[in-house]
């Protein structure tokens, strides 16, 4: 059992996570700023995992519990350093974190780079030096599988050695801060996945590919704001009404059905994943992983049309339109490296996302947003 700081744990990866981690025995302390997201999250988690939230202010007036959330920014350097300070002084330091927070629209990261890189990489940045002032060394990073860019066909699935090209500032912001991560290891230009690192540092890097689905429980799920500019919450809008219909952006691109293809990967089978590298990491030598979290399994636009319309017993409205620019044809993760390293695979399939997806967007029509407790 570890005390873990969880920076974004309000949000959508962050919330699965938490629960996965408050099952496997770890205390948590949650540092959201609730920019994207509220505390009915955390409530629910606390809810699904039997123990109590407790609120409190980052010079933390109480002994942390179980499950202990603070409102907070992680740009923040007197915040982050009263949070390692008073946890130490309950003698409950800080041994690891899991670092969600940061900004995630590509087309927002287009329109405000600025804002990108500052929450992106200089809020890491601030995170990374209160951990080492506090002697904090050990951290599981959200990477993206959007740093592979347009891969190349001969590169599919993706291995973590694929080359890194990101093609817009939300990407450029994730490479930064890996790079960044990679610097404090000692391990500086080197492309391999695994490596022994200096300085104590215990570094996984995570490299998600498509997140979608729900706690099976439907109380807990991705609440986007205003319009889902990602495929799978679309689609359950559109299953659910909210939505008429759902653009498929091109049917010409070189895929056995002509759309897009990707690797969905069912966010309970991502959550079990960090608690399997915060695992790995917290037992081994000083190092710095570099892994994709995926299925291994492409899907189409199509494909997952006809799954969620399979679950949902509803028609899916649909129409074609020309390709979305900045779009890849196919990404899917070559996932044999986390196996190795984590003893870590998905479990669950497309219909089990739908499946979880719908049972999330039925109970949740509009999300948190009109939620009670
Ligand atoms: P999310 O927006 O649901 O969660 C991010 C959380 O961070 C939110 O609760 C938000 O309020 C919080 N946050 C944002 N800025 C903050 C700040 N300055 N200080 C404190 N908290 C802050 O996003 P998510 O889908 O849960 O993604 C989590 C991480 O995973 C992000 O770093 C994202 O870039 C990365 N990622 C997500 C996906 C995906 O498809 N969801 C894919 C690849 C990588
Ligand atoms: C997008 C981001 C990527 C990010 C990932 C996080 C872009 C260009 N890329 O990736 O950087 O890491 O989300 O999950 O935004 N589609 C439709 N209609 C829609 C929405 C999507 O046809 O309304 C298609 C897309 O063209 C694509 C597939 O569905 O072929 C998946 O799209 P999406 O869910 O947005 O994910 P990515 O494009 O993989």
Known sequence: ??????????????????????????????????????????????????????????????????????????????????????????????????????????????????RYWDVNVVGTQRLLTAMNFHHCRTIV???????????????????????????????????????????????????????????????????????????????????????????????????????PELTVFGDDWPTPDGTGVRDYIHVMDLAEGHREALHSLLNSDPQLLTLNLGSGQGASVLDVVKAMEATSQRAIPHRIAPRRPGDAAITVANPTLAAQQLHWRTQRSLTDICRDGWAWQQDNPNGYGEACL
Not at 88 to 101: D, L, M, R, T, W
Not at 144 to 150: D, E, Q, V
Not at 152 to 175: L, M, R
């Open 141 to 243: 990073f959200s990477s993206s599988a959007t740093l592979y860019g347009y891969p190349h066909p001969n590169q599919i699935p993706i291995p973590e050695t694929a080359p890194i090209q990101p093609i817009n500032p939300y990407g450029a912001s994730k490479h930064a801060a890996e790079a960044l991560l990679a610097d404090l290891a000692g391990c500086s230009g080197k492309p391999e996945p695994i490596q022994a690192s200096s300085g104590g540092w215990r570094i996984a890097r995570l490299r998600y590919f498509n997140p979608v689905g729900a706690h099976p429980s439907g109380r807990i799920g991705e609440d986007p704001n205003g319009i889902p500019n990602n495929l799978f919450p679309f689609i359950t809008q559109v299953a659910v009404g909210r939505r």
């Open 1 to 114: 059992m570890a005390q873990l700081l969880i920076t974004g744990g309000a949000g959508f990866l962050g919330s699965h996570t938490c629960l996965v981690l408050l099952e496997a025995g770890h205390q948590l302390l949650v540092l959201d700023d609730f920019s994207n997201s509220s505390a009915i999250s955390l409530e629910r988690v606390a809810e699904l995992a039997g123990v109590p939230l407790q609120r409190d202010q980052p010079t933390l007036k109480a002994t942390l519990e179980a499950f202990t959330l603070v409102e907070g920014d992680i740009r923040d350097t007197q915040c982050l350093d009263a949070l390692f300070t008073s946890a130490k002084a309950f003698g409950q330091p800080i041994e690891a974190v899991i670092h969600f927070a940061g900004l995630k629209a590509v087309g927002e990261s287009v329109q405000q780079p600025l």
